[in-house]
T-cell receptor, first 118, second 116 residues
Framework: GAVVSQHPSWVICKSGTSVKIECRSLDFQATTMFWYRQFPKQSLMLMAT?????????EQGVEKDKFLINHASLTLSTLTVTSAHPEDSSFYIC??????????????FGPGTRLTVT | GENVEQHPSTLSVQEGDSAVIKCTYSDSASNYFPWYKQELGKGPQLIID?????GEKKDQRIAVTLNKTAKHFSLHITETQPEDSAVYFC???????????????FGTGTRLKVLA
């Protein structure tokens, strides 16, 4: 159990366009979903945290108008990169925290989405 | 805020030898420490974790030790195999002050290469 999927697994888009990445918890309901960005040979950096039905909380230095996060249901969160530029090219990874596990710290990670902006 | 340091950045070992990766954290309030294995082009995979009320945990060839006083924790892999080659990340929890939930702060990663 505790499977998280992402779609698409990779995407290429042109500079100036927007791209949406989906993160789904397949066999559990997620109270909180997290979005990370990982540049080549670097660590995972938390971008934002989203709770179902409420606004996302962005980490310092992350532009909320550029990285739009929607968490419309307990199983789906989306990240939209607006007006993408080559410097937005990265590996985007989501994770989810299971609803009901109040004493648990575990996050379940998705397989990641490779974004390339040309 | 929480800061996690990880060493070494790269580690090469002969197949069958042991590998040790060390992390230190800064926030004494951190209470959960997971370790992840990440293969190229994939998401991180949890391999072992430890809570602050435990000093050591073992799962077959993998073990984690925690020293709360010194604020460091280590990953030990014994009898390494070529398929253990990957990037390993440690993490520590840091609380969201406003919501009472927790986020992860990741270490910088260790690229482990097991030589056959």
């Amino acid at each position: 159990g505790a499977v998280v999927s992402q779609h698409p697994s990779w995407v290429i888009c042109k500079s100036g366009t927007s791209v949406k990445i989906e993160c789904r918890s397949l066999d559990f309901q997620a109270t909180t979903m997290f979005w990370y960005r990982q540049f080549p040979k670097q660590s995972l950096m938390l971008m934002a945290t989203s709770n179902e039905g409420s606004k996302a909380t962005y980490e310092q230095g992350v532009e909320k108008d550029k990285f739009l996060i929607n968490h419309a249901s307990l199983t789906l969160s989306t990240l939209t990169v607006t007006s993408a530029h080559p410097e937005d090219s990265s590996f985007y990874i989501c994770s989810a925290r299971r609803l009901g596990q109040l004493s648990s710290y575990e996050q379940y990670f998705g397989p990641g989405t490779r974004l390339t902006v040309t | 805020g929480e800061n996690v340091e990880q060493h070494p950045s790269t580690l090469s070992v002969q197949e069958g030898d042991s590998a040790v990766i060390k992390c230190t954290y800064s926030d004494s309030a951190s209470n959960y420490f997971p370790w992840y294995k990440q293969e190229l082009g994939k998401g991180p995979q949890l391999i072992i974790d430890i809570r602050s009320n435990v000093g050591e945990k073992k799962d077959q060839r993998i073990a984690v030790t925690l020293n709360k006083t010194a604020k460091h924790f280590s990953l030990h892999i014994t009898e390494t195999q070529p398929e253990d080659s990957a990037v390993y990340f440690c993490a520590a929890t840091a609380p969201f002050l406003t919501s009472g939930t927790y986020k992860y702060i990741f270490g910088t990663g260790t690229r482990l290469k097991v030589l056959a």
